[in-house]
Antibody, heavy 118, light 109 residues
């Protein structure tokens, strides 16, 4: 099960960090991804991480804009988004795949609404 | 970069009818394709993985087929609770990336 942190409101130019807590065991071997869904739009992959491999990977559109990390001690994955603009207003989902080859994602967080407004 | 193109954009059918959703990949992806169902205000839910395997708890009226570049999600007899947007998804090994199709909205007449 994945449970995300709550709704966030930010000013343009600021940053936000969204948490995704995993329960049920096997944290290090879950492949986590982060997905953005702008209002009325489809799903957009931002990047992902497998904690046991440590090194995250990012979608080209989000390189330099997002940092994805994972903390084994708290079984929590994180997504930090920087230099926010109104275009970053969206619901952000974390998702997880528990079995290799990590091709599909059976675990989903409930989503976190991030609103960017002056 | 793999591009997934879904059609139609919207499908409007009556209860009990058969729904056929299409996902086309820009190049061959073998059977590495998943389908998700997303209802308003909810997170996506995995419906089918590896092109044709139903995920846990998914009713038998859902079935997936295809390989290579052409894939289909079929709902054999549409129920009102099947109203949702359906997305196809593929993961590439190298470069590591995940791609989603644009979605098909299934409506009940």
């Amino acid at each position: 099960q994945l449970v995300q942190s709550g709704t966030e409101e930010r000013k343009p130019g600021s940053s936000v960090k969204v948490a995704c807590k995993a329960s049920g065991g096997g944290f290090n071997r879950i492949a986590f991804i982060w997905v953005r869904q702008a209002p009325g739009q489809g799903l957009q992959w931002m990047g992902g991480i497998v904690p046991i491999f440590r090194s995250p990977n990012y979608a080209q559109n989000f390189q330099g804009k997002v940092t994805i990390s994972a903390d084994e001690s708290t079984t929590t994955a994180y997504m930090e988004l920087r230099s926010l603009t109104s275009e970053d207003t969206a619901v952000y989902f974390c998702a997880g795949a528990t079995g290799q080859p990590y091709d599909s994602f059976e675990l989903w967080g409930q989503g976190t609404l991030v609103t960017v407004s002056s | 970069e793999i591009v997934l193109t879904q059609s139609p954009v919207t499908l409007s059918l009556s209860p009990g009818e058969r729904a056929t959703l299409s996902c086309r990949a820009s190049e061959s992806i073998s059977s590495s394709l998943a389908w998700y169902q997303q209802k308003p205000g909810q997170a996506p839910r995995l419906v089918v993985y590896d092109a044709s395997y139903r995920s846990t708890g998914i009713p038998a009226r859902f079935s997936g087929s295809g390989s290579g570049t052409d894939f289909t999600l079929t709902i054999s007899t549409l129920e009102p609770e099947d109203c949702a947007v359906y997305y196809c998804q593929h993961r590439t090994n190298w470069p590591p990336e995940v791609t989603f199709g644009g979605g098909t909205k299934v409506e009940i007449k």
